[in-house]
Every structure is written in C-alpha cells, then in structure tokens.
C-alpha cells in the first residue's frame, strides 16, 4: 500500500453512510463510478520518505482531525485549533499531486529566468570592470552548460522541495487571516470532495480584497474563507443549496481525475465533464 496523498480520515467523512470505510469515487477521465475502500484511494507508492509520512500523521492529520470533528459538530475552536486547521488546509494545497506538477511545470521557466538573470550580471560586470573578453566567454559558457543540465535533470534540492508538504509561513499567516465561515449543507445536494479538495481562483490568489478558499471539511460542512469580514472570524452558516452547489461546481473544476461523494451521483460526472465550467463569486450579507 502507498502513501494517501488525501488522508483516509478525511476522506471518511465523506464515505457511504450504509457502508462504512467507502467512498463513492467519480472519475473525470472515464466518467465512471464505483465505490471503493478508502484505504485504497488517493494513494500512490513512496509518495513520501517515511519521515515525512510519520510527521504529517502526528503533527497535521491528527490535529487537523480533531479541530474538523469539532467544526463539523458547529463548535467553537481555540485560536491555537485555528492554527492547526490552517496548518492542515496548507499542507492540503502542497502535498497533491496537482501541486508537484505544477511546481514541476514551473521549473523551465524559473531556470529560465535565473539564468537570464546571471548573464545580465556577468555582462553589467564585464562593461565595469573590463573584464578580460576570454574569461567572459568562458563564464557564460558555463552558464550555458548549467542550463542545458538543469533543464534535463533539476538539482535534487528543487526536487526535494517540491516534493516536500510543508507550507510557508506566508501563507499560513493569509489563511489565518480570514473570516472563515463554516457552511452547512441539508440536501438534498451535499458537498463533494476531490483529490485537489482546497479551491481558490488563481486569477485572485489568496490575498487580494477578492480572494476566496473553499475547503469541504465533509459531506454536510465546508469551510469558506475571504476578506468580507462578520461579526467574529468564525461564523456558522445555513447554506442554500445555490451555495452548495457553487461550491462542488469549484472543486469540479480543479480535480485532477476523482471526485469522491457519500453516494453515486451523476449531477457530479456532468460538472465534472464541463471543460469551461461558469463559477461566480460568493456575497455575504454579513
């Protein structure tokens, strides 16, 4: 068995409620649906070093499991539980495999820049100082041969963070930042979950006036975070099912190929078929 890049104890708070350690999985590229054990999905081998494994179950899932049980019961948390759910919801968006792909695909173009970068300065250096000509050549040379190994094989350094799950302390501070608000769904659409199950607009990123992160926290709750502030920076809300539905719409539209759910639901291979999906912004009133 591999390492679960979606946790098995997040995943059962979506699972069949007549069967209990399933999950109903929806998948984007065969449009199929079948219901499998949640021990064996999301998962992949050696996803992780063992070590990493060990630290994500004793300090992000277990803590993050018990601040979820608390929020899915609509209690209040501590402002330390806080931290630890965003904590967890930051390890969420690095440790799936969307993530490592897109920070892979990004590697061309940060080499690109750096090495554009170094020539500029080898060139600033040579006009200064007058540099000896041959010398200069051979610098760039060398910055050329660089180039042409680290665009087919990335220093091991880049690799390895990447493949690391720990979120910055940025990002962590933004998150904490929020107005989160925990909706509440009573059908008779509930929520889904994905295996890139936290959503923002990357056109919005995270910290801008119109920022938004929605993180389904199980099949009757979500957690909903922006900067239209209310009367505490955690509020429970009555959901209506257009806000349900605008939420599974979003997560639709950044799964990378399952959409997990309690139940077989066709509504959901729809969306998930849906190459150009229309999602809107959420208002709250208060």
Not at 50 to 57: D, G
Request: charged residues 25%.
């Amino acid at each position: 068995m591999g390492h679960h890049f979606v946790p098995q104890r997040y995943l059962r708070n979506f699972e069949d409620r007549s069967r209990p350690g399933f999950i109903w999985l929806h998948d984007k590229r065969g449009g199929s649906v079948r219901q499998a054990e949640i021990a064996h999905v999301a998962q992949s081998k050696r996803f992780y070093s063992e070590e990493t494994e060990v630290i994500l179950a004793r300090d992000v899932e277990a803590p993050g499991n018990a601040v979820m049980r608390k929020l899915t019961n609509n209690t209040s948390i501590s402002p330390a539980e806080r931290l630890q759910l965003a904590n967890y919801i930051g390890v969420m968006l690095k440790r799936i495999p969307a993530s490592r792909r897109r920070a892979t695909e990004m590697i061309p173009g940060v080499l690109a820049d750096l090495v554009a970068e170094v020539r500029e300065q080898l060139n600033t250096l040579a006009s200064n100082v007058r540099a000896d000509p041959e010398l200069m050549a051979r610098r760039l040379q060398e910055v050329d041969a660089a180039e042409r190994k680290f665009s087919l094989e990335p220093p091991p350094q880049v690799l390895e963070q990447i493949r690391e799950p720990w979120p910055s302390k940025e990002l962590l501070r933004v998150l904490l930042s929020m107005t989160w608000r925990v909706l509440v769904a009573s059908g008779p659409t509930y929520f889904m979950t994905t295996d890139n199950p936290v959503f923002f607009f990357g056109a919005f990123g995270l910290g801008g006036e119109t920022s938004e992160l929605s993180f389904p926290l199980s099949t009757t709750h979500t957690l909903h975070g922006c900067w239209k502030r209310a009367g505490s920076d955690l509020v429970f809300v009555g959901t209506e099912q257009r806000i349900v539905k605008e939420i599974n719409r979003r997560l639709a539209s950044t799964t990378e190929r399952l959409a997990f759910y309690h139940e077989p639901a066709p509504w959901l291979l729809k969306i998930l078929s849906k190459t150009t999906p229309y999602l809107s912004v959420i208002h709250w009133e208060g």
